[in-house]
């Protein structure tokens, strides 16, 4: 499942650069995840970057876009091979 950030968010510019999968950007007036490159990171840790970072604790999981450990992975692979 992806990630989303809610209007909680206080534009602290912390989590878009922890992002492997640039899958976050400046928004109109909050940051966004691009839930078709979030993996929660995914491949790449244990844990969502941005979530770690975040201080208002204003990233929960997206359930518009549901999706598995499997999905998620196979989205890794999918976004690591467009980078070659």
């Given at each position: 499942m992806s990630l989303m950030i809610t209007d909680e968010c206080i534009n602290c510019d912390v989590c878009e650069p922890e992002c492997p999968n640039d899958a976050i950007s400046q928004g109109d007036s909050i940051y966004v995840i691009d839930?078709?490159?979030?993996?929660?990171?995914?491949?790449?840790?244990?844990?969502p970057q941005c979530v770690e970072v975040c201080p208002v604790d204003c990233i929960p999981l997206d359930l518009s876009h549901p999706e598995t450990e499997q999905q998620l992975q196979a989205k890794y692979e999918k976004l690591m091979a467009?980078?070659?």
């Amino acid at each position: 499942m992806s990630l989303m950030i809610t209007d909680e968010c206080i534009n602290c510019d912390v989590c878009e650069p922890e992002c492997p999968n640039d899958a976050i950007s400046q928004g109109d007036s909050i940051y966004v995840i691009d839930p078709n490159k979030c993996t929660q990171c995914v491949g790449h840790y244990d844990t969502p970057q941005c979530v770690e970072v975040c201080p208002v604790d204003c990233i929960p999981l997206d359930l518009s876009h549901p999706e598995t450990e499997q999905q998620l992975q196979a989205k890794y692979e999918k976004l690591m091979a467009a980078k070659r």
